[in-house]
């Protein structure tokens, strides 16, 4: 049996509407009831594939219902077409109560057929069929949720005009551009302050991305206060760190803040999502530094601050340099190895992040003494403060009390 030849890489509204004319499907639903298929002439098709049984598709909706709501006022002449990935009738009118568009009606075979012409193999799938270069291959959740109703009319032409603002932003825009937002020109604080962004121009910044849920990013907090508390309370250096929240909600938000002692972009704000973007953050913790100059110094100011702390301070190529070779200095300068009388193995030059000194039980960072039996560390300076004398008489009195045996 011959297979028809559904393989046209660029695809377009009166195809999809032959298709179903070709399978006898003479009306589509809404919430409202049936709709003629003829209602969507003139309109941008768009094809939506979920089913009510998948997580991510549940939590896609939401966007796109913003996005359909806002268009459809700014009478925009969008449809979209929800087609079915569900197993059963029921699941297929639950899902559908949560959608203000329009439906191919429950029938597995034709949707299986959709799916199988369409080449969806992951959902959610967002497929506009328009004519200027975007393949099926190409799903527009990702872009949706990135952009929102500027995505729209989700053409390659669209895409790449609005990287290029990205790209712009990243690069060039100021501070009031990257951290302001429509009627908001101000940051929070923990204690309900309004700081202007205006007062953050010619200060070193750092966005911090981040989420209480996460363990790692409460562990960094508190590596990251105490860099800020040295920069800002002690030597009172022109630096200012922003929360960029990725937090759940707005309770969450709100505990995430309240350990910190620096400024954030409010909560409801899609200023925190756009900035994600522009940075292109895949990970949290992450620490995006921005000169006085208001460029970027780095992307990756989390190693910077977990390596040297305070210290890296104002995180440029050239002080980084300057601490690298300090520290080469410092240890060429030390004995590769020592014997300490705290401890009963030898103990070994290690470069180290940050540890604990098992001697003076103060934090550590970059050189240690550690031993490669035991967990056991020492700071340069505590390396032999206990005298030998001291060592002596400890022992004497030790084999005094002994019982003889």
Not at 37 to 42: A, I, T
Not at 164 to 183: P, Q
Not at 195 to 223: D, H, M, N
Request: hydrophobic fraction near 40%; charged fraction near 30%.
């Amino acid at each position: 049996m011959a297979v028809p030849d559904y393989e046209a890489k660029y695809l377009d509204d009166l195809d999809i509407m032959k298709f179903l004319e070709a399978e006898a499907v003479e009306f589509l639903l809404s919430s409202e009831g049936k709709v003629p298929l003829s209602s969507c002439q003139g309109k941008t098709i768009c094809l939506f594939f979920s089913a009510n049984w998948c997580r991510p598709c549940r939590t896609f909706i939401p966007h796109l219902v913003e996005l359909h709501d806002t268009l459809r006022k700014r009478d925009k002449s969008l449809e979209i077409i929800f087609i079915s990935f569900d197993r059963d009738e029921d699941g297929f009118n639950e899902h559908l109560k949560n959608m203000p568009w329009l439906a191919v009606p429950f029938d597995v075979t034709l949707h299986r057929r959709l799916i199988d012409r369409y080449r969806v193999d992951r959902i959610p799938s967002f497929i506009p069929l328009c004519s200027d270069g975007i393949t099926v291959e190409e799903d527009m959740t990702g872009f949706i949720e990135d952009y929102g109703t500027e995505a729209f009319p989700f053409t390659r032409k669209r895409r790449e005009e609005l990287k290029a603002i990205d790209k712009r932003k990243r690069e060039e825009a100021s501070l009031e551009e990257l951290l302001a937002h429509e009627g908001r020109n101000f940051l929070i604080s923990a204690d309900d302050r309004k700081v202007p962004v205006s007062e953050l121009v010619g200060k070193t910044i750092g966005l911090y991305f981040c989420a209480y849920w996460s363990p790692p990013c409460r562990a960094f907090t508190v590596q990251l206060t105490e860099a800020y508390n040295n920069l800002v309370t002690v030597k009172d250096r022109g630096f200012e760190i922003v929360l960029v929240s990725t937090d759940r909600d707005l309770k969450e938000f709100k505990v995430n803040l309240n350990s910190m002692p620096w400024l954030a972009i409010p909560y409801e704000d899609r200023t925190r999502h756009d900035l994600c973007r522009i940075f292109d953050i895949k990970g949290i913790p992450a620490l995006v530094l921005i000169g006085p100059d208001g460029k970027v110094i780095t992307m990756n100011g989390k190693f910077i601050v977990s390596s040297y702390g305070a210290e890296a301070f104002p995180f440029t190529e050239s002080r980084i340099r300057d601490l690298e070779a300090a520290l080469r200095k410092e240890g060429e300068a030390l004995p590769h190895q020592v014997e300490d009388v705290k401890h009963e193995h030898v103990l070994k030059l290690d470069m180290a992040k940050a540890y604990v000194c098992d001697f003076c039980k103060k934090q550590g960072r970059f050189w240690a003494f550690s031993c490669d039996v035991c967990d056991y560390d020492l700071h340069p300076s505590c390396v032999g403060m206990v005298k030998k004398d001291e060592c002596f008489l400890q022992n004497t009195i030790t084999a005094t009390l002994q019982p003889e045996i």
